[in-house]
């Protein structure tokens, strides 16, 4: 139990630091890509949870398994949009 505790603190405070010394437009950046993350996941378990449903399985099953499948979908289209903005912009995705 006290380990986890301090797994727990730990975890806390690489969040809450972890994007300290980047600009406001990196921080905005890696928020949006965060979200972009949560909603293909949350797609995804939806879509398990269905389909495991209609099989005769279990839902549950289902969301688990598709869940972190459109996690990265999720990751990937944001990185796809990104791509395509930055060559209608004329910028290089390379720094």
């Not at 975890?11 to 293909?40: F, I, N, R, S």
Request: net charge positive.
């Amino acid at each position: 139990m006290r380990m986890t505790k301090i797994g727990s603190a730990l975890l806390a405070l690489t969040v809450l630091t972890g994007c300290a010394g980047m600009t406001d437009h990196q921080q905005k950046e890696v928020k949006q890509e965060a979200q972009e993350g949560l909603a293909g996941g949350a797609v995804g378990a939806a879509g398990g949870a269905t389909i495991g449903a209609i099989a005769g399985g279990s839902a549950a099953i289902g969301a688990a398994v598709l869940g972190p499948i459109g996690i990265v979908g999720g990751l990937l289209y944001y990185d796809y949009e990104q791509s395509k903005t930055n060559s209608k912009n004329g910028q290089s995705k390379e720094k």
